[in-house]
Antibody, heavy 118, light 106 residues
Framework: QVQLVESGGGLVKPGGSLRLSCAASGFTFSDYYMTWIRQAPGKGLEWVSYITTGSAMYYADSVKGRFTISRDNAKNSLYLQMNSLRAEDTAVYYC????????????WGQGTLVTVSS | SYALSQPLSLSVALGQTASITCGGNDIGSKNVHWYQQKPGQAPVLVIHRDTNRPSGIPERFSGSNSGNTATLTISRAQAGDEADYYCQVWDSSTEVFGGGTKLTVL
């Protein structure tokens, strides 16, 4: 069955860095767009970034220039390198898959919590 | 940038029908997806491409999309339907979510 498992979250100081990972199984990872969505405490869902099957990368304006998405198809893994972290980046970060542009996010991981605080 | 608007909250009596709207400029020309999120859990897809239910989603869940409004309809509401619901579209190479609607089943 399809599984997405995030890891790498934790407590980091403002200005610090963190790398999130998402391990995928149960499907042909290289066939799917992969995306990161975040949810600040008590708030709604916010798209962060996605990467296409051809490794083209797209970012929300709020993270552009600070976050980098990448994928390793050989390891069935998705990554999010987060630099220059701010308090407003505090959120649960979910990875999810999509068949392609305009497709739904049909499977989501359980999320990993990132807390940016001094 | 493209924006989606949803009511913050909606209440429905047990067994009645709830309609959650998602407004956006010419949203009828886009594919709209709907997600259900219960407290402490990851979102779950309940409707994709306006009207389609994934396997395992009850027939009580349906969707429509026309003009400037997409709608998620939950018939015969149950206590277990109490959750936050989000609409989502793709626009200009970005993913856009509505602000979410908290559904309360009375």
């Amino acid at each position: 069955q399809v599984q997405l498992v995030e890891s790498g979250g934790g407590l980091v100081k403002p200005g610090g860095s963190l790398r999130l990972s998402c391990a995928a199984s149960g499907f042909t990872f290289s066939d799917y767009y992969m995306t990161w969505i975040r949810q600040a405490p008590g708030k709604g869902l916010e798209w962060v970034s996605y990467i296409t099957t051809g490794s083209a990368m797209y970012y929300a304006d709020s993270v552009k220039g600070r976050f980098t998405i990448s994928r390793d198809n050989a390891k069935n893994s998705l990554y999010l390198q987060m630099n220059s972290l701010r308090a407003e980046d505090t959120a649960v970060y979910y990875c999810a898959r999509a068949w392609g542009y305009t497709s739904s996010l049909d499977y989501w991981g359980q999320g990993t919590l990132v807390t940016v605080s001094s | 940038s493209y924006a989606l608007s949803q009511p913050l909250s909606l209440s429905v009596a047990l067994g009645q029908t709830a309609s959650i709207t998602c407004g956006g400029n010419d949203i009828g020309s886009k594919n709209v997806h709907w997600y259900q999120q219960k407290p402490g859990q990851a979102p779950v897809l309940v409707i994709h491409r306006d009207t389609n239910r994934p396997s395992g989603i009850p027939e009580r869940f349906s969707g429509s999309n026309s003009g400037n409004t997409a709608t998620l309809t939950i018939s015969r509401a149950q206590a277990g339907d109490e959750a936050d619901y989000y609409c989502q579209v793709w626009d200009s190479s970005t993913e856009v979510f509505g602000g979410g609607t908290k559904l309360t089943v009375l």
